[in-house]
């Protein structure tokens, strides 16, 4: 029977079978079961500096796509000897390749050059963006930066096997020695598994913040308590285009908590003349204590303070996430910043009872 003729006679359930049939027999197409695959061409460097994308990003992005090989250091080194690349650029990856030494050559010529690291696939004006994969050498180029940015949407990190198993390598591997040069903590790999030789693991936006891999603009938070009859603890934090501060002060008339926004003066004089209050956040709770004085400026900062119970003092010192916020008068904007003291608490293990002394001899409440 010709086959037109056979189709013509076969039930809709028939027909359903055969198909079933067919797709249990025939391939599945390879692009539906192909795992995220690394560029194949040589990197390519695309540089955007004109004046709108300076007003607006505040400095030149850098777009790297391809295969980062032995010569991609080179390629980017020689831009930023023309000048074309300067210092503190936004670099966008979306790359790969096995060659690790390149790889981190280009990440020494990126903290070199002080430069933030993001994934990022460069898209022609009005057309969908893509995901990004920054994979392998790509991974190690990344830890470069000096500010690097967890990635966002569909934007995947990924690291083969030998690389993961280079990081967790004793301390004299090249990998190890890279990255302690970069701090870049690798405690993290511990737990995770090591996929085959050909596969990634792939390592999502809230690991690469937890293990500091990422840290979204802001340098390592650092604490500075000296012990005194007035104990004072002061945290530092350097954050891309400036700094913040907090300050913790125990004294007879209580605990205050002074916030140091370093904007600029001219800066710091426009958002007073903006704003409507100033408060802080402990682990996203708004401090309700009394208002100790408005916002002001100090020369560079927004600075203003509040008083603190020693309840207060140990949830601080506990936290995450501590804010320090000005809101404008509409409501709708806040200007601040924010701070995690648990993650440097080893600096400052006698802070607490000290300030409790230093308010019992004050004769100060202990709540």
Known sequence: MPLAAAHRRMTPRALRHLVLLAACILPWPAHARAKPQEPAHRLSIAIKSDRLTLAVAKATQVYLAGTIDADAPQQFAA???AGKIPRGSDVYLDAGGTDIDAGQALGRLLRTGEMVTHLG???RPGAAP????CTGACAYAYLGGLYRWSPAGSDRFGLRGPEIAAMKADSHSSAA?????MDIETT??????????????????DRLLAWGWSNNGRLPLHANYTPSAAPMLTFTQIVRGGSNKLTVSCAADGITLTAYYLVGSERATQLIGRANRAYFEI???????QLTGLAHTINDAVVFSRELSLQQLGSLLTTYSTGAWIKDRAGAVRYGFTMGPARVRASFPTYYADCRSALQ?????LQ
């Not at 893509?130 to 994969?133: D, I």
């Not at 020695?177 to 040069?181: E, F, G, R, S, V």
């Open 283 to 289: 682990n996203q709770q708004e401090v309700m204590p």
């Open 130 to 133: 893509r995901a990004a994969l």
């Open 188 to 205: 993290g790999l511990e737990g995770l598994p090591t996929p085959p030789a050909d596969d990634f693991a792939w390592i999502d936006t």
């Open 79 to 81: 831009l930023v000897k």
């Open 121 to 123: 696939a460069a898209h």
């Open 361 to 365: 001899r004050a004769g100060r409440p």
């Open 177 to 181: 020695t890279y990255l302690k040069a």
